[in-house]
């Protein structure tokens, strides 16, 4: 009767310690920056965090911004870009069972897709995330 419960004693701290260690990791800060891969200039781009929201400004073609310090971020966004006095949105269906960022440095490459998109305003930017 003893070993059984000695047992479920030594799984459940188990347990306890993957959730406590699995908690802090999605805490950490993440470092993210956004590259423009494009062939025309972003006058302003705009990234909505669970957390913030951080307006990275203008990024030049084939450029990147510096690195911000982000508190909670999954591996896609919710991403406003303006160029040539147009508004573009990258926007995610949802983050149904996507984990948060670890500690570290990323990359949110943007691209215009080619031709027309499946809407005005909506579908014609691609985000790819990159582990630097």
Request: net charge positive.
């Amino acid at each position: 009767m003893r070993k059984p419960l000695q047992k479920l004693i030594s799984i459940s701290a188990v347990c306890f310690a993957l959730t406590v260690s699995l908690n802090c990791l999605a805490l950490a800060d993440s470092q993210i920056r956004i590259q423009n891969k494009s062939k025309v200039k972003f006058d302003e781009v705009t990234v909505h965090f669970p957390s913030q929201m951080e307006n990275y400004g203008m990024i030049k073609s084939g450029k990147a911004s510096p690195y911000r310090k982000i508190k909670k971020a999954y591996g896609m966004a919710l991403v406003e870009v303006v160029a040539n006095g147009k508004k573009e949105i990258h926007a995610p269906v949802d983050y149904v069972g996507e984990p948060f960022l670890p500690d570290g440095r990323f990359t949110y490459v943007l691209k215009f897709k080619e031709g027309p998109g499946p809407f005005y305003g909506h579908g014609n930017l691609d985000l790819k995330l990159v582990r630097d």
